[in-house]
């Protein structure tokens, strides 16, 4: 259906004379957008340079290691996706690592785990770091050629070794992670000294220094990827995870590649086309629920969805509903494509979006929400670059749970990730543990176009939230929110099968369950008739509301002159802010 963009709901003012708790941040060369002040200086830098939107996104991500390992960093996974301004075209980067290639469900069996997962500190969920490969392939792939590879680390690693302060505990995210991981940091490795300040986890203001992280940027400025896939890292973290009970060998590193692939996409409304990360990411969860969501107009199930009133339990409800089919595919289906097929164009094909469509009740939640068959019929950071050029590139990084694992490899200054638990440890799933093969991952960029420009270079992270956030910030867009009242507004949460879930995900709701948590700002009469409709809601309040991740957005705009402007927002849940270059 096509939006009659004269009738369409304007942004509700948060406060009497400003539309949004921050202003929108402008500018007309570049911007870097991203939940860490610090870490936005380093992108800017080398925006300053002369270096494009990719560039500057790696800067960003090393610097974001430094001063946020409690969420990212080169022991875990990068994904990113790149608007070439001069081809108009998107490019996807997926820098997610295989699992050790000798590691098998009977070897977890065997260390007395009987779940349907791999316990996320245990060392055999490690699968091989791809950040350090996907920050090197980045810029020789998509960067300007006129930065080198020690001009994008140098920020990064002037923090490392001069040190950087650390954010207030109690109302930023960086902190308080730290304090309540500094036990696990403690015991799950020999070396978790190196990422603690005398034994103790930094608290506000304290200024702490990662010699040893810098001592490995260090190796792969100078060797490209054989200073962390092969020698001394590549040593440390093998000896690591051996020492664990893992089977993780220098072969499984030494093999590592990062992967080029064509980004999938879905037009919404015939109006803006959205990208995504193809599986092993979950970003088709948000595709698939923005398809669903077009289908149920289009079955007249809700009428114009644009022109609901803004987070009214209407318009909750139908967003819950068309996540909980969307999740019920994505938790199912989603797997490493290489080892699995994914039917990824079945899933996003007209007649499979409009079945899922009519499974939408209006009046009530469906309490059996399971995966259907179409071949038949919050822990990360997410950070945005815009250049000069008209370039964007929307990257996101993570470890998982927090630091990971929290186990350091001897002198190398960071934790290594836990993507593998995100493995189901039943053999006949698709996504079930095999080694070399690439889990379920949660974490996922987006882009925006409208026909082949630019429109939106954005993302949420948080988990399971992620999709969750793209489809609700997308919509919040399209209804005429700026870059900032669209992430300012109060968000939902489905647990979606989320580890942080209180309820079952098997039990009377099938594969998605109807838990929902709903943040401050959603009125309490909304709860209640929601809760009537049959949905388990949850208020998300306080420390509480990190489930419902930390967004970031860039805007492509022009003058009346066609100057190009870009406008973005950072989410006032995290710690950062959207900084233009001048």
């Known amino acids: 259906m096509k939006i009659d963009w004269s009738k369409v709901e304007r942004p509700e003012i948060v406060f009497q004379r400003y539309p949004s708790r921050r202003s929108v941040v402008y500018g007309t060369k570049g911007i870097v957008s991203c939940s860490q002040p610090l870490a936005a200086e380093a992108g800017l830098e080398i925006l300053r340079k002369g270096g494009n939107a990719a560039d500057a996104a790696v800067a960003t991500s090393a610097a974001l290691n430094v001063t946020e390992p409690s969420c990212c960093g080169i022991g875990g996974d990068a994904f990113c996706l790149f608007y070439d301004a001069k081809t108009k075209t998107v490019k996807a980067m997926n820098g997610s690592g295989h699992s050790p290639a000798k590691l098998t469900i009977d070897h977890i069996r065997s260390q007395g785990i009987t779940g349907n997962s791999i316990p996320v500190h245990?060392?055999?969920?490690?699968?091989?770091?791809?950040?350090a490969a996907a920050w090197v392939d980045t810029v020789e792939n998509l960067g300007s050629g006129n930065v080198t590879l020690a001009d994008v680390f140098a920020p990064a690693i002037r923090l490392a070794e001069e040190g950087s302060d650390i954010s207030h505990p109690v109302s930023e995210i960086n902190g308080a992670s730290w304090i309540r991981s500094e036990q696990q940091i403690k015991n799950a490795s020999?070396?978790?000294?190196?990422?603690?300040?005398?034994?103790?986890?930094?608290?506000?203001g304290q200024l702490i220094k990662l010699p040893n992280l810098a001592k490995t940027f260090r190796s792969v400025v100078e060797h490209g990827k054989d200073g962390f896939y092969k020698g001394r890292v590549a040593e440390a973290i093998v000896e690591l995870i051996q020492s664990k009970g893992g089977v993780m060998e220098l072969e499984d590193l030494a093999n590592h590649a990062t992967t080029f692939v064509e980004p999938?996409?879905?037009?919404?409304?015939?109006?803006?086309?959205?990208?995504?990360?193809?599986?092993?990411?979950?970003?088709i969860t948000a595709l698939l629920a923005l398809g669903i969501l077009d289908n149920m107009e289009e079955q007249g199930k809700i009428g114009s969805l644009l022109e609901l009133e803004h987070n009214s339990p209407k318009y909750l409800h139908t967003l819950i509903e068309a996540l909980r089919l969307a999740f019920a595919d994505s938790q199912y289906y989603v797997t490493d494509p290489e080892v699995v097929h994914?039917?990824?164009?079945e899933l996003l094909s007209k007649e499979y979006l409009a079945s899922r469509a009519k499974l939408f009740d209006p009046e009530k939640t469906n309490p059996a929400v399971v995966h259907g068959n179409p071949v038949n019929s919050s822990d990360t950071v997410y950070f945005t670059v815009s250049d000069q050029w008209g370039n964007a590139c929307s990257y996101i990084q993570s470890n998982y749970a927090g630091f990971g694992t929290a186990a350091v490899p001897k002198g190398c200054g960071f934790t290594l990730q836990n993507r593998g638990s995100n493995f189901n440890l039943d053999p006949n799933h698709p996504n079930a543990l095999k080694g070399g093969k690439r889990p379920y991952h949660t974490i996922i960029p987006a882009m925006a176009l409208r026909g082949d420009e630019l429109f939106l270079s954005y993302g949420v992270m948080g988990g399971f939230m992620q999709p969750q956030g793209h489809v609700q910030v997308l919509l919040n867009i399209l209804r005429g929110y700026t870059p900032q009242a669209a992430l300012d507004a109060p968000r939902f949460c489905i647990s979606a099968g989320s580890?942080?879930?209180?309820?079952?995900?098997?039990?009377?709701?099938?594969?998605?369950?109807?838990?929902?948590?709903l943040e401050e700002g959603i009125t309490d009469e909304v709860l209640e008739t929601l809760r009537a409709m049959g949905h388990d809601v949850r208020r998300a309040s306080g420390a509480g509301r990190g489930l419902l991740g930390r967004g970031q957005i860039i805007q492509k705009l022009n003058d009346q002159s066609g100057t190009l402007v870009w406008a973005a927002g950072s989410d006032p849940r995290g710690d950062g802010h959207a900084v233009p270059q001048i």
Not at 190 to 204: S, V, W
Not at 264 to 283: A, H, L, R
Not at 502 to 515: I, K, P
């Open 122 to 131: 245990n060392l055999n969920a490690v699968t091989v770091p791809g950040a």
């Open 499 to 517: 580890p942080e879930s209180q309820t079952s995900n098997t039990g009377t709701a099938g594969d998605v369950n109807s838990e929902v948590y």
């Open 264 to 283: 999938i996409s879905y037009t919404f409304n015939d109006e803006v086309t959205v990208y995504e990360c193809p599986p092993n990411g979950q970003g």
């Open 190 to 204: 020999p070396n978790g000294d190196e990422m603690l300040l005398n034994g103790k986890a930094p608290y506000p």
């Open 342 to 345: 994914v039917p990824v164009k």
